[in-house]
């Protein structure tokens, strides 16, 4: 931790206290060479007799909110192939990203640790002067394609990367973080068609290949995504196949649509301009061909014989895009510590293990994905990770033990908001006017999720103790993540 962070921490977060593993944390430990156990509990037998060890496709999607798909209330469309996986399997109705914008929610995910841990506290932005520009998953990391090819996993990972750019620093690529496969892209979107990103630099990639190719960006990954199960299911080793879409982020296109960006201009789809009816119509065209994708991974596997020994789940990174109506109850969106900004839909889907068409309202967040994907496969690794498994909540119906969540979000323009829940309680801590990156000007709301899930009514003025209590859980937690976090160029209080 740089002197600086130190000492802001202590000054607006309170001193160095409590810095003990919170009761939230759970170590998973074990070899990491140890191989999948073909006995294991979750083997399942194919057709042969034979037992298998269990395959992984992790699909998510970008910028989707709570009611982004018709099982979960979408009120403007039907999304039947991401229904149907719903209907076969459970949905996760109180599931969280554990960030509110996309690079932060995919360090979480990828490390199972909250994404401070890492350094990666906001969206590893495009614009070079940017502060939080040359950031990137360091290789000191330890992500669960790792875990998972020492094990013997194939690993891949197919779309949207955006764990920094690899002009910056080649240890930021996906290859030198477990994946042996990529087919995608670096940067935080591309245009659908020319494959232009945010950063306004060609941005489609096969491995460390910089590949131009025609398609639109949700086709070529559907297409990749179906190539990497069809081969990796006649080979010996079991596969873990991270889809990371780009739908439904902006640039706003559906099939058909052109360029809108190019290296030196961006003509942008501005929402304010369009009809509510025109931005649903954008809506359902680039949720479309996300929903058939889905379900072609879901054929693919039945097709091939390997429904009962895969494991998908299916959720988004973040709530609603601007450019999207916003039909839910949640207060924010995108980028907002409130519900709005981080209660996805997610569903999990494992014919035979998982009961079909249950659902779970346990709360769960994103970085417990990795604790969760290792316990299936009965192998471990040497870092403490913060997320706990949930496999005995989606496949014996059982709960978790109590915990508290915690979000904290850096804005682009460097606005700090915190927020931590425990059952039905969560206080929420915003910071108007501060300076940007910092801590100033602390402004507590407290919310009874159970009473008031939209959080209209602050009702921190009538509970003061259970204010204090969670504010200094809440700093506490925070300065634990500080403590060993990985250090990473610039940021908005760097002298560099
Ligand atoms: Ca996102």
Not at 352 to 370: C, F, K, W, Y
Not at 408 to 423: C, K, V
Not at 478 to 490: F, K, M, N, R, S
Request: glycine residues 8%; proline residues 6%; negative net charge.
């Amino acid at each position: 931790m740089t002197r600086t962070l130190a000492l802001l921490t202590g000054l607006l977060l309170g001193p160095l206290v409590g810095l003990n593993a919170d009761d939230n944390v759970s170590a998973t430990r074990v070899s990491p060479n140890s191989k999948p156990t073909i006995n294991s509990p979750e083997a399942s037998t194919s057709t042969t007799g034979e037992a298998t060890p269990l395959n992984f496709v992790i699909i998510m999607v970008d910028d989707m909110g709570y009611e982004g798909v018709s099982c979960f209330g979408n009120p403007y469309f039907r999304t039947p192939e991401i229904d149907r996986l719903a209907e076969e399997g459970m949905r996760l109705t109180d599931f969280h990203s554990s960030g509110t914008v996309c690079s932060p929610t995919r360090a979480g995910l990828l490390t199972g640790r909250y994404q401070q841990r890492a350094g990666i506290e906001a969206v590893i932005h495009p614009r070079a002067d940017h502060p939080e520009h040359r950031k990137g998953l360091q290789k000191s990391e330890t992500t669960f394609a790792e875990v998972l090819k020492k094990a013997g996993y194939a690993t891949g990972i197919v779309g949207k990367w955006h764990q920094g750019y690899p002009q910056n620093s080649q240890d930021y690529h996906p290859q030198n973080h477990g994946f042996d496969e990529f087919i995608g892209y670096h940067s935080g979107n591309i245009d659908f068609v020319s494959h232009v990103g945010d950063h306004y630099r060609h941005d489609w990639w096969h491995g460390r290949q910089e590949t131009s190719e025609d398609g639109y960006t949700t086709h070529l990954v559907n297409r990749y995504a179906d190539a990497f199960i069809r081969r990796q299911a006649m080979a010996d080793a079991p596969f873990c196949l991270y889809v990371a879409h780009e739908a439904i982020h902006n640039p706003v296109q559906v099939p058909g649509d052109p360029v809108r960006r190019t290296v030196e201009k961006w003509d942008r789809w501005k929402w304010q301009e369009h009809s509510a009816e025109e931005r649903i119509a954008k809506f359902k065209g680039m949720t479309m061909p996300l929903d058939e994708g889905v379900g072609q991974i879901r054929k693919t596997l039945v097709e091939l014989g390997i429904d009962r020994n895969t494991f998908v789940l299916f959720f988004s990174d973040n709530g609603p895009a601007a450019d999207w109506p916003d039909s839910d109850d949640y207060r924010g969106r995108k980028g907002s510590i409130y519900e709005g900004g981080h209660k996805v839909p997610a569903i999990v889907w494992w014919p035979g293990r998982i009961e079909a068409g249950t659902q779970s309202n346990e709360p769960l967040i994103s970085i417990d994905v990795m604790p969760t994907l290792l316990d299936l496969a009965e192998v471990t690794c040497e870092v403490k990770l913060d997320g706990v498994s949930f496999r005995d909540v989606v496949l014996r119906g059982k709960s978790l033990p109590k915990r508290a969540l915690y979000w904290a979000s850096l804005s682009n323009g460097g606005g700090r908001s915190e927020a931590i829940r425990q059952d039905e309680w969560k206080l929420v801590v915003l910071h108007p006017k501060a300076a940007p990156g910092t801590f100033e000007n602390a402004r507590t709301e407290l919310y009874n999720l159970a009473e008031d899930p939209g959080e209209t009514t602050s009702i921190a003025e009538r509970h003061p103790a259970r204010v204090a209590s969670m504010l200094k859980q809440l700093r506490s937690w925070y300065a634990d993540t500080q403590v060993t976090a990985t250090e990473q160029p610039g940021g908005w209080l760097s002298k560099q």
